[in-house]
């Protein structure tokens, strides 16, 4: 029988270990860290799926075409147009299968893609999510909690601020699961019925070979004999291989522990391929002193919260720098401008400032609104006072909030057009008078820092469609295959929308698993 070794326990390495295992192959997956999931547990568990098939109770047309003109206008920097056009072609009969294959069922969320005015962008519902559903207590225990959801919500729910606390009370009385670990559960069960043996605690120290074929990972002084399908994440926490590669500052990961570049080392010492080196999935964190995750610091994605009325961030000069609106990767992207004159990236200490208003009415990371202000959360009477705790030019910033309150008073933004977009205008609040801009002219006023920070990296080995990794010769290491953040991404700098992560890696993780089982 076919041996397939799975090396990594996330949506990636989860799909290709279903896959293979449904195909009738003995599959064994190995995870270093003591729990399931990788940082698609940590995460909302979106899949951004064009032309799905619940978009048309929903009001949206779509089709593959639509998608594949999308992610043309979205083309920049180290693209593969090939499996570009197939993560296209393959979405919607992808999605489909993870409902036949596992328990999971979508639903969509009304999400806008990250640049909907692009031709063939939608407005919403290309991304899906699990529905939530119930697990054993011993399968909940099994999956890495996520130390920024306290509850059971949906991203739906959050995204359209319609739920039900009772309901939420309930899901969580009935041991109910929501967003990324919901989507795990039902990977990790669907794999285990048909077969596959999943360790945890386990790491690969290298790749076992014959005549540069991969026919197994050795663990310690032991080998595992197999086919082996790389998808144990990126390398964001391993700070050599962040400097060495990286197009601008990164510090701070949001992702999982143990994103230390194994898979790209492996993958390296067998010959590979690498492509979009320079990229990750960008974004704006900030970390609360004390906060942890495996003992590794804990960085919190800043999502909505830059596009909350009474808002604005500025750089380490007091400057307004970007649209803060945008969807994060634009945002994080934009925090590694570089100013030649001063021979500094000026944009990677920035501030999220904002008034006694926004304090009022909006939550913030760990933040609830109408709490305590905690003693990591700089506070002041006035704007010349914040300027001095926070270490920016007085002038600067004091002049930066009256041209914003100025905009805001008009209601646009020309400086950077925030809030001229179907998508910012869905994040900010659809209550206020202008859904993303409002003055910042109430005391006291506060200043929360932000870091350059990344999901997780987006370069590895390049793979062909059937996510075999490709040699530098050109031609393909016959027994690995990468997916997920192990492998290239195909979309260079493009990310299209909420679950543009998730969604092409699994297309990529199912046809890695089909052919490594073959």
């Not at 002084?221 to 990164?250: K, W």
């Not at 008009?410 to 859904?435: L, N």
Request: a negative charge; one cysteine or more.
């Amino acid at each position: 029988m076919t041996s397939v070794v799975v090396v990594g326990s996330g949506a990636a390495g989860m799909t290709a270990a279903v896959a293979a295992a449904q195909a009738g192959v003995e599959v064994t997956v190995v995870e270093r860290a003591p729990v399931l999931g990788g940082t698609t547990a940590l995460s909302g568990g979106l899949a951004w799926m064009p032309a799905n098939r619940l978009m048309a109770a929903e009001g949206v047309d779509d089709s593959p075409a639509e998608a594949g003109k999308y992610l043309r206008a979205l083309r920049l920097g180290d693209v593969d147009d090939e499996l570009v056009d197939y993560f296209a072609e393959q979405a919607p009969a992808v999605a489909d299968w993870m409902e036949s294959a596992t328990k999971l069922r979508w639903q969509t969320v009304p999400y806008p893609d990250y640049h909907p005015e692009l031709p063939g962008g939608k407005p919403g519902h290309r991304p899906l999510e699990p529905q939530p559903r119930e697990v054993s207590p011993e399968l909940d225990q099994r999956i890495r909690t996520a130390p920024n959801v306290s509850a059971p919500i949906t991203y739906r729910e959050l995204a359209t601020g319609e739920f039900d606390r009772n309901e939420i009370t309930a899901r969580s009385r009935q041991g109910m699961i929501t967003m990324g670990r919901s989507m795990i559960a039902s990977l990790v069960e669907a794999a285990e019925a048909a077969g596959a043996m999943i360790h945890v605690g386990t790491g690969v120290d290298g790749l076992a070979q014959s005549g540069g074929t991969v026919n197994g990972v050795r663990i310690g002084d032991e080998v595992l004999p197999g086919r082996v399908i790389l998808a144990s994440g990126g390398f964001e926490r391993d700070l050599a291989l962040v400097q060495a590669f990286l197009r601008g500052p990164m510090t701070g990961p949001v992702g999982a522990p143990g994103m230390d570049g194994t898979a790209l080392r492996l993958a390296l010492a067998m010959g590979a391929e690498l492509g979009n080196m320079a990229e990750a999935w960008w974004c704006p964190a900030m970390t609360v002193p004390g906060e942890e995750i495996d003992g590794q610091p804990f960085h919190r994605l800043v999502l909505t919260e830059r596009a909350r009325p009474r808002s604005l961030m500025v750089d380490s000069r007091g400057r307004r720098f970007t649209n803060e609106a945008r969807n994060y990767n634009d945002v994080g992207r934009a925090m590694h401008a570089f100013d030649p004159t001063g021979f500094q990236h000026p944009a990677s200490t920035s501030w999220l400032v904002f008034d006694a208003g926004y304090r009022r009415r909006y939550h913030l990371g760990p933040l609830r609104r109408g709490g305590s202000d905690p003693e990591w959360l700089h506070r002041a009477d006035s704007l010349a006072e914040l300027a001095t705790a926070i270490d920016v030019d007085s002038e600067e910033l004091a002049a930066t909030v009256a041209r914003f309150n100025q905009l805001a008073a008009a209601g646009d933004d020309p400086d950077f057009g925030r809030g001229r977009s179907i998508y910012d205008r869905f994040v900010g609040d659809s209550a206020a008078p202008h859904p993303t801009l409002g003055p910042v002219d109430e005391p006291p006023f506060y200043a929360v820092r932000l870091h350059p920070g990344c999901l997780g990296t987006k370069g590895g080995p390049h793979t062909h469609v059937n996510g075999q990794v490709r040699h530098q010769d050109g031609g393909p290491i016959k027994g690995l295959y990468a997916a997920g953040n192990a492998a290239a991404s195909p979309l260079g700098a493009a990310y299209p929308g909420a679950g543009g992560t998730i969604g092409p890696l699994l297309v990529a993780a199912r046809a890695a698993g089909i052919a490594a089982a073959s």
